[in-house]
């Protein structure tokens, strides 16, 4: 009654509303729309439009007088209309201005419509599509909650009286006492992009039985081809995940409130204002996801503290399992006074605080724009030279001319294209917008014009060619972007091979690095010298770790070497440029892309950080730049001292008897769900073991993926994998759970994690060089297997720059193994895991034996056949051998050797492994149950004396191999694990040794 008194005497008001979306943005505007007359114009891109027309047909919304659809033409009638009835015209955008489109119709309603109807435009209001805590609420033009409004006033078509009767029905249907509402957001950062969550969520539903979900996902998952915002197939195949497994509410449900304020648990986003208006209902435990890599300083502390925030599957495995035993098995956390410092009260005035805020009903004394109406053409001109002025987006995309409605030119679609294709490496890069076009049109057309700009010149105190600037270079200006050419790109496991057939490569990339390859050979007779090429490979093969970089593009790492004018570019910590590979995706090729970070005066050297990834501490940063140039050696002796101090003469602890502990069972009989390939066909011990596809009533899980949810297993449950066992089966995890047990051992190679310890390796590396001893080491991936991206060497700068393509480990290469007929070879045994605490172990008698497909010699070390032994995921020939022939040949082949008391020392080294998994808790050491068994496959390595050197733990082991040579394998193996001894396959006591 207020405002319509107010209206009576001040202007008549009418609403505009452009939508470009579905229902997700119905509530922000509803209560406005409620209480003034209306006219929306649906954008006829919009995927949805039909949807938003039959939503908004209905009775309730009496104050709409049109549905239109949304172009300039439409709007300059409209509004030459109020003109003429002395109507003022309040515009609501639903659209985040922090996004492009958002901000475009801003300026175009604002700046261009405001201009010619100055008499007609009263306001042009953003009132947003969300609350605080969406990733798009950055800038937000009035903090009214306008959003609670119609739930408040209970004028919601679904009111909270129907959802409690919904759910409280479902509770008595399910015999389910606890409710939880699933509301993921859309985006990088929402759970839907997370299978491992969508699989836990699931798995709770299953396992915790007083648990009843329901799900409300958000408006983009109903609308497909969105030219905003489309869902990744990731996403598409999360939201189809759970309205599968899960009751969903219904799409044309708009509103979340009544949802939340009946549900008891609600999960959702961190970024998502659903997040941020559960806190308005008292007491509501909210479990807010959040991406590991998600910047959380971007919230407010007090923030963050009410919600119970996980980012992995265990975290939520546990809240679940916490809040399933006891409502409050977590702490309830109000954060209502919050809402209210960010909001203010919920009073059902909040359409009344925005117009008078807003100042809709003050009198409007300005007169006509202009005489005559604006037309298409007049109003497409302004617009152009608004672009043109950068009032729009720099540079202007499709969603610019999409929110006018307006036809995009092919040159801007084609920009379009190229910065949606390509937008994760332009903000990885983080090169500014306004290069953004320049870049697309020199790539287009390979424009290499850096020579403009720089030269090359010879730096005699850096003795090595450096760029430097001929004119003037500003960070401001939108051509000072620059390609740089690949004069060499390759695998590594293909460089020197490379170097060795291509002498004019050999040639260009001394010149660059400007070193002498004038190696030749005796002249025989008359004829002149001849370059010796090996030598001069090695020359450039030695050198060139300096000047290589690499990036990596699907499974493919790629070293490349830039061109001369890449190449001269200096280091400096306080660069002056950024430098960094790019991939066209048009012509699916790489390039370098240079740009200037500061503004760059005539002559000056032009210089980029070698090594530009974050690092912990100044340490790390020096250790990664000796890759180029000394450091102070006591950085790195003083390093590799304290590592010394700590694991040497380590105290050493016996082993305990094997057999003084075995674990018993009173059951003999279970039924079986697995996962892993052959266990079904060849576990045919049906007396004992039964298979079952429900993975609940199941009693043994036996699962070829990693298991994260220990708290929802049943009671009488056993999984196939230990908790924390990633303290050995983690190539980075596996060292300092042993060293923190034992110290240094002789049956594991010295190891330093690159990651925590580059500058402990490079302090053990220069001791071992000062000393002339052995200095070659293997780079290997902290979490890969068959072999793939390890390097061997015994180059400082190759070991170091091998560790910028992802996280390793260094180990200390064994250099004289003994050599199965001239060849390498590494040996595969399955260790069983029945106990931790206290430990019961069994090795499987047989085992597996991996050759080298050539002789061995310390040379060629990317020669794959010769230094790396795993074939059957390569292209190489396999060689098959039995291991009795091993060990028979092997005995021929070294008579002074004695196979079991190689294998003794075997099995005590296994022992001495899985004890050290028993000193620490996770995650390095494993978790002590009884509702877990392991099967573990260990690689390990015999030195020139027979003694063992494990090489990597692996969980899953791929048994194929072990199924064919033993059709009993499984049945001896759930044996061992499962029943008491004696009992099951009759050939499970002489398959396996107890150790």
């Known amino acids: 009654k207020k405002l319509k008194k107010m209206a009576d005497s001040k202007d008549e008001i009418v609403l505009y509303v452009p939508i470009h979306s579905g229902l997700g943005q119905v509530e922000h505007t509803a209560a406005l729309m409620l209480e003034f007359k209306s006219k929306l114009f649906v954008y006829n891109w919009n995927p949805a439009v039909k949807r938003v027309v039959n939503f908004y047909s209905s009775d309730y919304w009496r104050n709409i007088e049109e549905i239109l659809d949304f172009s300039v033409e439409n709007l300059l009638e409209s509004l030459n209309g109020e003109r003429k009835r002395g109507r003022k015209v309040v515009f ?75 759910v409280n029905s479902q509770k008595i249907t399910t015999k389910r006492n606890i409710s939880i509402l699933l509301c993921p957001s859309v985006g990088l950062f929402s759970y839907l992009n997370n299978p491992s969550v969508l699989q836990t969520l699931l798995e709770a539903q299953k396992t915790l039985g007083n648990l009843f979900f329901m799900v409300k996902l958000h408006d983009f998952c109903y609308i497909e081809g969105h030219p905003l915002s489309s869902l990744t197939a990731l996403e598409r195949q999360g939201a189809k995940l759970l309205k599968e497994n899960f009751p969903s509410v219904d799409e044309s449900q708009p509103n979340v409130l009544p949802l939340l304020s009946e549900f008891d648990i609600i999960i959702s986003d961190l970024d998502s204002s659903v997040t941020f208006e559960s806190l308005y209902f008292k007491g509501k435990h909210i479990l807010a996801y959040h991406h590991p890599e998600q910047d959380l300083s971007v919230h407010p502390d007090e923030y963050l503290q009410l919600l119970n925030l996980f980012s992995i599957p265990e975290e939520l495995s546990s809240l679940l399992v916490k809040i399933s035993k006891d409502l409050n098995g977590i702490p309830r956390k109000d954060g209502t006074s919050y809402f209210k410092q960010i909001y203010g009260e919920v009073n059902g005035k909040e359409v009344e605080r925005i117009a008078e805020s807003r100042k809709w009903f003050e009198k409007n004394e300005s007169k006509a724009g202009s005489i005559e109406s604006p037309n298409r053409e007049k109003v497409e001109k ?32 084609e920009f379009d294209k190229f ?141 490349y070497f830039m061109d001369e004018v890449g190449s001269a570019i200096g280091h400096s910590d306080d660069p002056n440029f950024k430098c960094m590979p790019f991939f066209f995706v048009d012509k699916r090729i790489s390039f370098s892309v240079m740009w200037p970070i500061k503004n760059v005066e005539k002559g000056e050297p032009i210089n980029r950080d070698f090594y530009p990834n974050p690092t912990q501490n100044v340490l790390e940063r020096r250790s990664h730049l000796e890759a180029w140039f000394p450091q102070e050696e006591v950085l790195f002796s003083a390093s590799i001292r304290l590592f010394d101090e700590k694991y040497q003469d380590f105290p050493q602890t016996p082993s305990a008897d094997p057999n003084a502990f075995s674990l018993k069972t009173t059951r003999n009989r279970y039924l079986v769900y697995t996962d892993v390939e052959g266990v079904a066909e060849n576990l045919t011990l049906k007396s004992n073991f039964v298979l079952t596809n429900d993975k609940n009533s ?119 193994p003994v050599l199965y007929e001239s060849r390498k070879f590494d040996l595969r045994y399955i260790v069983l895991v029945k106990s931790i605490e206290p430990l019961e172990l069994y090795v499987y008698n047989m085992f597996w034996i991996r050759l080298a497909n050539i002789p061995y010699d310390l040379s060629n070390f990317e020669e794959y056949p010769r230094h790396f032994t795993v074939m059957n995921y390569s292209t190489h020939a396999l060689q098959q051998l039995h291991y009795k022939d091993f060990i028979s040949n092997m005995e021929k082949q070294y ?101």
């Open 382 to 413: 302004m617009v152009e030279e608004s672009m043109e002025r950068g009032e729009f987006s720099v540079p202007v995309t499709a969603s610019d001319y999409l929110a006018l409605s307006i036809q995009v030119p092919k040159h801007v679609l």
């Open 698 to 816: 199941a009693d043994i899980l036996w699962l070829a993926d990693e298991f994260k949810t220990f708290g929802m297993l049943g009671s009488n449950q056993i999984v196939n994998q230990f908790p924390g066992e990633s303290s050995l089966i983690f190539k980075h995890q596996l060292p300092a759970t042993v060293y923190n047990a034992h110290g240094l051992v002789d049956w594991l190679p010295l190891t330093f994690n690159a990651e925590t310890q580059l500058a402990e390796f490079i302090g053990e590396f220069s001791k071992r060089e000062e000393d002339e001893r052995s200095n070659l080491w293997i780079v290997k991936p902290w979490n890969m297997a068959r072999s793939l991206d390890m390097i061997i060497s015994d180059n400082l700068s190759c070991l170091i720059r091998s560790t910028e393509t992802g996280p390793k480990v260094i180990c200390k290469y064994i250099e004289n």
């Open 895 to 995: 008579p002074e050797m004695n196979w079991g008391e190689v294998q003794e020392r075997i099995n005590k080294t296994f022992r001495r492994l899985f004890e050290s998994a028993t000193i620490s808790d996770p995650p390095y050491g494993f978790a002590p149950t009884q509702q877990a068994r392991g099967m573990y496959g260990i690689d390990l390595m015999l030195d020139e004396g027979f003694q063992p050197k494990i090489l990597e733990v692996n969980f899953n082991a791929d048994t194929k191999r072990a199924c064919s040579y033993d059709p009993q394998y499984y049945n001896n193996v759930f044996s061992v694990l499962f029943l008491n001894e004696g009992e099951g396959a009759p050939t499970a006591a002489g398959s396996v040794t107890k150790i």
């Open 419 to 559: 910065v949606r294709i390509h937008l994760p490496q332009l903000e990885t890069l983080g090169l500014p917008k306004i290069l953004w076009k320049t870049l697309h049109q020199k790539l287009l057309e390979e424009i290499f014009d850096a020579g403009n700009y720089v030269e090359i010149d010879y730096d005699d105190d850096l003795e090595r060619f450096q760029l430097k600037s001929k004119e003037e270079i500003s960070v401001n200006d939108e051509n000072s972007v620059f390609l740089i050419d690949h004069a060499w790109s390759t695998e590594y496991t293909n460089a020197r091979n490379e170097l060795r057939v291509h002498p004019q490569l050999i040639d260009r990339l001394s010149a660059m690095m400007n070193i002498s390859v004038d190696y030749f050979e005796e002249p025989v007779g008359n004829n002149p010298p001849v370059r010796d090429e090996e030598a001069a490979s090695n020359a450039v093969w030695n050198e060139m770790w300096k000047y290589w970089n690499t990036y990596k593009l699907g499974d493919r790492q790629t070293w």
């Open 92 to 166: 609501l955008l639903t659209s985040s201005i922090n996004y492009a489109f958002g901000g475009s119709q801003l300026t175009f309603f604002n700046k261009i419509l405001k201009e010619l109807y100055p008499d007609v435009i009263k306001d042009v209001f953003s009132v947003g599509h969300c609350l605080f805590g969406c990733q798009s609420c950055g800038v937000r033009e009035h903090n009214v909650p306008v959003y609670f409004t119609r739930f408040y006033k209970n004028l919601l078509p679904v009111s909270q009286d129907k959802v409690r009767e919904i």
